[in-house]
């Protein structure tokens, strides 16, 4: 690829949510923040809203990393999950061996035992669920009713929410009312601001051994402000394919030209104005200048 034509050690822009390329950029420190405080206030339930490619799943790890020795985790990524399925996934998170065919009401019990036992032991239990808004209203229920678990003084258990909006909405029903009465912490991810996005670029660079000033113009950053509207999934789609681009045409830089062609190949970006054919004909320009690119570098190598 380009890694070694920009002095690089790895990708710099991979969709993978790689804790050492977090960035801390304002909003994202903010939830943070509010995490740490929801959690020592040690009550109910917190909630992190972003939209898709806001980076939850990042902060969420991020998030569980930061915690210290005197608390105990449990983290579910694929939350669609039956009551039954929710209250499995949290044993086996909490190290509890439980026969295949429980019983459930036994399988209460023994999450139950654990829980206190861990707060006897001085920990806190803090249960995080990713993409919570595939959550179905039977299983928001069963964690609500998990939470009731407490001493005379505390939850024996905390739940992070991380969703997309839909779970704004699903919690407006009316079965879900005490649910919602019980979410103490509410955040939204905003998304990257032009400023922010200067220094995420550098960051994510720099971590990945970039160490020439800054690889992409400042007309490029304004074209991935502008067709991103500060996305991070879509931001690390178009670096991605710009140096793509860029690399094909034997550039040391990454310009706003590079960017647009990374654009025009990236359908999740492109104007609704653009037909059908447009698109089509736009979708192959990144791999025709790659392809032409190797081309020419495969020829450079052989003149003396």
């Given at each position: 690829m380009y890694l070694e034509h920009f002095n690089l050690k790895e990708l710099p822009f991979t969709l993978t949510p790689n804790t050492s390329f977090f960035c801390n950029l304002e909003?994202?420190?903010?939830?943070?923040?509010?995490?740490?405080?929801?959690i020592r206030n040690g009550e109910g339930f917190i909630k992190v809203i972003g939209e898709v490619g806001s980076g939850k799943t990042i902060l969420c790890r991020k998030f569980l990393n930061l915690l210290g020795e005197d608390y105990t985790t449990a983290y579910i990524p694929n939350p669609d999950l039956s009551p039954s399925g929710i209250r499995k996934a949290l044993a086996l998170e909490l190290g509890i061996d439980f026969p295949n065919r429980v019983d459930q009401h036994d399988l209460l019990d023994m999450i139950t035992q654990?829980?206190?036992?861990?707060?006897?032991?001085?920990?806190?239990?803090?249960?995080?669920?990713?993409?919570?808004?595939?959550?179905?209203?039977?299983?928001?229920?069963?964690?609500?009713l998990l939470t009731n678990l407490e001493t005379e003084t505390s939850k024996l258990l905390q739940v992070i929410l991380?969703?997309?909006?839909?779970?704004?909405?699903?919690?407006?029903?009316?079965?879900?009312?005490?649910?919602?009465?019980?979410?103490?912490?509410?955040?939204?991810?905003?998304p990257i601001s032009r400023q922010d996005l200067d220094a995420y670029l550098c960051h994510r660079l720099t971590m990945a051994g970039y160490t020439h000033g800054s690889l992409f113009t400042r007309?490029?950053?304004?074209?991935?402000?502008?067709?991103?509207?500060?996305?991070?999934?879509?931001?690390?789609?178009l670096c991605h394919k710009a140096m793509m681009v860029a690399y094909g045409r034997g550039q040391y830089k990454v310009d706003h030209i590079a960017v647009i062609q990374a654009i025009k190949d990236s359908k999740d970006v492109v104007a609704p104005s653009k037909t059908k054919r447009q698109s089509l004909l736009a979708g192959g320009i990144v791999l025709v200048t790659l392809a032409l690119g190797l081309k020419f570098h495969a020829l450079a190598g052989l003149l003396p």
């Open positions: 909003g994202h420190i903010a939830v943070l923040e509010m995490l740490m405080v929801g654990k829980l206190i036992k861990l707060n006897r032991e001085g920990q806190r239990v803090v249960l995080l669920i990713d993409e919570a808004q595939a959550l179905p209203n039977e299983s928001l229920e069963a964690l609500r991380f969703a997309q909006q839909e779970l704004d909405s699903q919690l407006e029903q009316p079965g879900l009312r005490q649910l919602k009465q019980r979410i103490i912490f509410s955040h939204h991810l905003k007309k490029a950053c304004d074209a991935l402000f502008k067709s991103s509207h500060g996305t991070p999934r879509i931001i690390n789609i």
